[in-house]
């Protein structure tokens, strides 16, 4: 845990009331509220299926495209609810980006997987200028090194770890304002799990970072809230350290302590 | 009693080695024993022994039986008469007619008829047989009693073998159920080998029919040197003379029916690819769920339309339109078969599966890369045509290879809607013809299959099995391919 954390953080950047997510007739997330800050890096934990994902995906409507799923209450982003009609959702996507939890690289080169996002928003005019993005994401998600001799090989061929790497790199790529990481780390070994929290440190600076996590460590490594999730209900959310030394709700206690989940 | 009764006894000789196995096998759990296959597993097994031996027995005899009558037969022949195949050919067939005859007397009748008392002809009118061809000689009476004799022994040997081997195949079977006896890898060796054995007669009759084609398309080769026909740009077979045999008697090259197959299904695949593909990207990517579930099968409903009812189409409907409102205005021609009509109505037929083959792969392709495309603030657009296309786009072009060599074995369409004119000509408002076309023409009517003129459909499917093939090889290729992408 970082000291003077809540001096950095910045304002609130996302602000969720209420949302309810339903899959069909299934309640996936039942009346969360929470407030994300800018300039800070929140933590989503919580045991498996507990709907993490689900209201990760709310932040940047990703949930548009699964046909069955209906999402209630209001997200706002810089205080313009991202549900209103005059949201356009591909352009919330462009300032709020993803690294899923599977790893979903395009069957592109790797180059191009990385260069998609500033090519469709014309981040890059030349060649040079897309160049130097591709290179410095890949630097980002400590990607470089193994794959410069390759950029113009498929991104499939890669191993799970570098493709989870690799989707990092392309969601940075488009600099988003909120970046929403689902269990960036998941197939990572420790030096380039360490490597990938440095960058979340780094991009704190300039973005709102939420990180889906399964490991305590990591969630009191590199954020400063964190948020408790628990059949579809937040059961707290507080600064990392009060949530890992002094949780207020039992079931947080029992999670973190390794009692179930 | 015939084989299929036969059959039928083997059958339930089979279930009853079933239920003998496993009451066998279930006493032998009752009793304590832990067997290494379940009491199904060694039914099964049993089963296997009485079908297993049987119906090889059937199938020997049954495929013996015909060659070894028929030598036993012609050995009554006289000498002179084996020389001459087609005679002997036909009094054979005489032969069996007799024998036929023979069984619808009584002993005492056929005794009179063997030493020549009574004429076998007005006999067996008598019984209703009418006796064709050559006179009946004393040898025929004897061929056929020699037929009719070996046939029984035949039969009953066919009837004492299978059974024996039945029961005694099942009680070895039996005997063998023990509890360390793996009964279930020996039944799963028989599902596979079964399972072979029906692959091997799918591809034996492949093979069959190649060498089929191969074989009279070498004879018309004999006949006509295979660079006139590859290479000859003039396809003018004339009418076979009566005996024509040997003799060239017309012009086979190949080019124009080539020309022609080529042009009517780069046609076809013109307007096919973009409207079957476009209509898959909608149905895949835009169309709801229920829009989907409603059009996807109106499409394919064009794939299950005869294509013969294409060809009427073509005829009534599409051939008068392109004539009177492009062809003749524009002065390119003046019938309504032409090549344009002919492309175009094929090319509706393959719509259906261009669109339902591509709507698969689009389909196929994984929603995480779809995700990924809109979670970087791509459009719906720009995901389809830069994340989904490229990703579909190998399975793609295999249907889109699929479709067309559909387009280049297709007939009724081209008979109705393209003429039967051979010509190599750019103008698609004219009358053309392919190579199904001429296929269909040279095999029909009573000209002997021993003239250039029949056999060069042989050679003609052979060249359009080959070209189908090539693109049907391609396409799996690729699909493969692209399969092998995501696993
Ligand atoms: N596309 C979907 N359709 C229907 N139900 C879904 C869908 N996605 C998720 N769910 C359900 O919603 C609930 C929450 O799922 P979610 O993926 O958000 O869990 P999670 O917390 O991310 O779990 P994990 O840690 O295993 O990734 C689960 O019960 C899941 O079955
Ligand atoms: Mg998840």
Redesign the pocket.
Known sequence: MKDGDGALMGDTKVSATNVNVY??E?H?IKDVSVEIGDKAVTAFI?P????????LRCINRMNDT?D??RVTGSILLEGEDINAKSVDPVQLRARVGMVF?KPNPFPKSIYDNVAYGPKIHGMATNKPDLDAIVESCLRKAALWDEVKDRLDKPGTGLSGGQQQRLCIARAIATSPEVLLMD?PCSALDPIATARVEELIDELRDSFAIVI?T?SMQQAARVSQKTAF?HL?VMVEYDDTDKIFTNPSDKRTQDYITGRFG | MGVSTLILVVLALAAAGYIAGRMKAKAMERAGARPHSRSGFHAAHVMNWVLLPSLAVIVLIVIARPIIVDNAVRAEFPAELRQDETQSNLIAGMVSQIAGGLTLLDEGEREQVRVGLVPLRPLLAEKGVALGGADIEPFMVRAADTLNGLNSTFSGALWLLTILAAVIGGALGWLQIKPEMRARNRVETVIKGVLIAASAIAILTTVGIVFSMLSESLRFFSMVSPVNFFFGSTWDPRFAAADSTGDEGGQYGLLPLLWGTAYISIIALIIAVPIGLFSAIYMAEYASKRVRGIVKPIIEVLAGIPTIVYGFFALVTVGPIIRDAVAVPLGLGSSGSSVMTAGVVMGIMIIPFISSLSDDIINAVPQSLRDGSYGLGATKSETVRQVVLPAALPGIVGAVLLAASRAIGETMIVVLAAGVATRISLNPFQEMTTITVKIVSQLTGDTEFTSPQVLVAFALGLTLFVVTLGLNIYALHIVRKYREQYD
């Open positions: 899959y069909g299934a996936a919580g498996s299926g507990c709907g993490k994902s689900t209201f699964i069955i799923c939890q269990e889906v399964h999730f579809g």
